[in-house]
């Protein structure tokens, strides 16, 4: 939009924009829950046992907050590789 043209600034941009995209997914979690739908990755989600049927139902337990703990951990990686 500036007219910059760095390899390294968009390098950068990319990264943050999959960070957002990751956390607006994973803020998003509760309002489609509510409307029967879940967009987190189920391979991640599998990995700790949980179904799409608990984020559906609400359920809070530990292996439902390690999934939301590890997908915000991408999102953390690619701020990381921003700095």
């Given at each position: 939009?500036?007219?910059?043209?760095?390899?390294?600034?968009?390098h950068?941009?990319?990264?943050?924009?999959?960070?957002?995209?990751?956390?607006?997914?994973?803020r998003?979690?509760?309002?489609?829950?509510?409307?029967?739908?879940?967009?987190l990755p189920?391979?991640?989600?599998?990995?700790?046992?949980?179904?799409?049927?608990?984020?559906?139902?609400?359920?809070q337990?530990?292996?439902?907050?390690?999934?939301?703990?590890?997908?915000?951990?991408q999102?953390?990686?690619?701020?990381?590789?921003?700095?």
């Open positions: 939009i500036l007219g910059v043209r760095d390899i390294h600034a968009d950068a941009a990319s990264h943050i924009g999959k960070a957002q995209g990751i956390v607006t997914c994973l998003a979690t509760p309002y489609h829950s509510t409307r029967q739908k879940v967009f189920m391979d991640i989600c599998m990995l700790h046992g949980v179904s799409q049927e608990d984020f559906i139902r609400g359920k337990e530990k292996n439902v907050r390690d999934v939301i703990y590890d997908i915000a951990s999102a953390h990686v690619h701020l990381e590789h921003v700095r």
